[in-house]
């Protein structure tokens, strides 16, 4: 089974503070991606990664910068940390595009972030 | 610009009721998927439909693809309480030349199932 996990369920951090959220994924994916999640608007689109050191702008990349040293591995960087990206952050990974028609995305458990 | 819009984005509905959910999309995409959270927790991924016409079922859920109508459904047959959940409908549209791809989500309908 695939297996995404991130590194924090519930993390709370202060107005300015930089933060680290990490994804790992064991299944060997090429693509990875951050999206957050609030009520009413459903997932939107952070950043994705298609390969190690390359990433690419979501819908919503403002405030956030992203990181993939090495493949199994993606960090959501928030530079400085303000009240509005209080959210739950939900990572997730896929086979790259065309080798599997019925591959999804596969989720990790998320991690409900409080900037106060 | 794709959007995808699902209704309703509440559902109440007794045990034993059938119902359906509705997810319409702007412009054409190679695939769409149907994804369930429970409260709580993460996404789990139901089906994927690649093709016109395309019918998948599971249990009591059985989710359909008109790309013509660019429509998809996702059908509750004589519901029970374990289906209390959000179902999100996801479409993908490729990122050229990388090997990606890019998932744009409904809201999600949020289901309750009263016994």
């Known amino acids: 089974d695939v297996k995404v996990t991130q590194s924090s369920r519930y993390l709370v951090k202060r107005t300015g503070e930089k933060v680290f959220l990490e994804c790992v994924q064991d299944?060997?994916?090429?693509?990875m991606f951050w999206y957050r999640q609030d009520p009413g608007l459903g997932l939107r689109l952070i950043y994705f990664?298609?390969?190690?050191?390359?990433?690419e702008k979501g819908d919503i990349p403002e405030g956030y910068s992203v990181s993939r040293e090495k493949k199994e591995r993606f960090s959501l960087i928030l530079e400085s940390a303000s009240t509005n990206q209080t959210s739950m952050y939900l990572c997730?990974?896929?086979?790259?595009?065309?080798?599997?028609?019925?591959?999804?995305?596969?989720f990790g458990p998320g991690t409900r972030l409080t900037v106060l | 610009e794709l959007k995808v819009e699902q209704n309703p984005l509440f559902l109440s509905m007794q045990e034993g009721k059938n119902y359906t959910i509705y997810c319409n999309y702007s412009?054409?995409?190679?695939?769409l998927y149907w994804y369930r959270q429970d409260p709580g927790k993460s996404l789990e991924s139901l089906f994927v439909?690649?093709?016109?016409?395309a019918v998948k079922q599971e249990g009591r859920l059985m989710a359909s693809l008109d790309t013509k109508a660019r429509l998809s459904t996702l059908h509750i047959t004589a519901a029970v309480h374990d289906l209390s959940a959000t179902y999100f409908c996801?479409?993908?549209?490729?990122?050229?030349?990388?090997?990606?791809?890019?998932?744009?989500f409904g809201k999600g309908t949020k289901l309750s199932v009263i016994p």
């Open positions: 997730a990974s896929s086979l790259s595009w065309g080798r599997d028609l019925t591959d999804t995305q596969y």
């Open positions: 299944m060997d994916h090429e693509n």
């Open positions: 990664s298609y390969d190690v050191k390359m990433k």
């Open positions: 412009t054409t995409s190679d695939r």
């Open positions: 439909l690649l093709s016109n016409g």
């Open positions: 996801a479409l993908s549209s490729s990122y050229s030349g990388a090997g990606s791809y890019q998932l744009t």
